[in-house]
């Protein structure tokens, strides 16, 4: 954690960002669990910072629907049922019928394939794809997160509208903590996870919608059938 040399708003800001940061990895590792209740000076002794940048990242936390606050008993993880995923990925669906809505429509900003721009975006979102893909093929859920959080962020900005880029990544971050409290208590994730992400960046990029429809489609019903397979024991 920084000190508090410099200006004193910024370095506030710094910790709140790195303590919500911090707290949603752990989070989505599995180690702060559905339910799991804390106290702002909980954290606050926890990270050896002030109670005002913990309280903010919580309040953040709770906004981005990972966290539930409690006027008297502090916050807690929040617990999604099977229900919420199903909801979760129904509207993650939506979302993305949109962004290919525009593609189909030839509405998508900086969309000039010879612009440097463009070409840069889709390289790093090819990147972001094969290294999401690999993790999924290992079975490394904690990598796969990561990149697969980067992937749809990288890939949803290049249809140039921040805002459903915005809320698709909240709807991606919320599944994973919904997903993460049952692919954990698998001991091999190998063949669970979806790695079909090259796929769906090749297929945009040759503006077929009906295959990036189609592999949409399988994603989520794969996803949700695995999530609700696990729930039920």
């Not at 996870?193 to 489609?217: C, F, G, K, N, Q």
Request: hydrophobic share 45%; aromatic share 6%; net charge neutral.
């Amino acid at each position: 954690m920084p000190g508090t040399s410099g200006n004193g708003s910024v370095t506030r800001s710094t910790l709140r960002q790195q303590i919500a940061d911090a707290l949603r990895d752990e989070v989505l590792a599995g180690r702060l669990q559905a339910g799991r209740e804390f106290t702002v000076k909980e954290i606050a002794e926890l990270y050896g910072v002030s109670a005002t940048p913990v309280r903010e990242a919580l309040v953040d936390l709770s906004a981005q629907g990972l966290l539930e606050a409690d006027q008297h008993r502090g916050f807690r993880v929040h617990e999604y049922s099977v229900e919420d995923y199903r909801g979760i990925v129904e509207a993650r669906a939506l979302v993305l019928d949109g962004m290919f809505q525009v593609l189909a429509t030839d509405r998508a900003r900086h969309r000039d394939p010879d612009d440097p721009r463009v070409h840069t975006a889709v390289v790093g979102v090819r990147r972001r794809a094969e290294e999401a893909q690999r993790a999924a093929i290992a079975g490394d859920l904690t990598v796969l997160i990561g990149y697969d959080l980067r992937f749809w962020r990288e890939l949803a900005a290049l249809f140039g509208n921040p805002y459903l880029a915005d809320f698709l990544h909240r709807l991606r971050l919320q599944s994973w903590v919904c997903a993460v409290q049952h692919l954990r208590r698998l001991h091999d994730l190998r063949g669970h996870l979806w790695s079909r992400h090259t796929e769906l960046v090749d297929a945009l990029m040759r503006r077929d919608l009906p295959s990036a429809r189609s592999i949409i489609a399988a994603h989520d019903a794969d996803s949700l059938a695995l999530i609700e397979r696990l729930a039920a024991g």
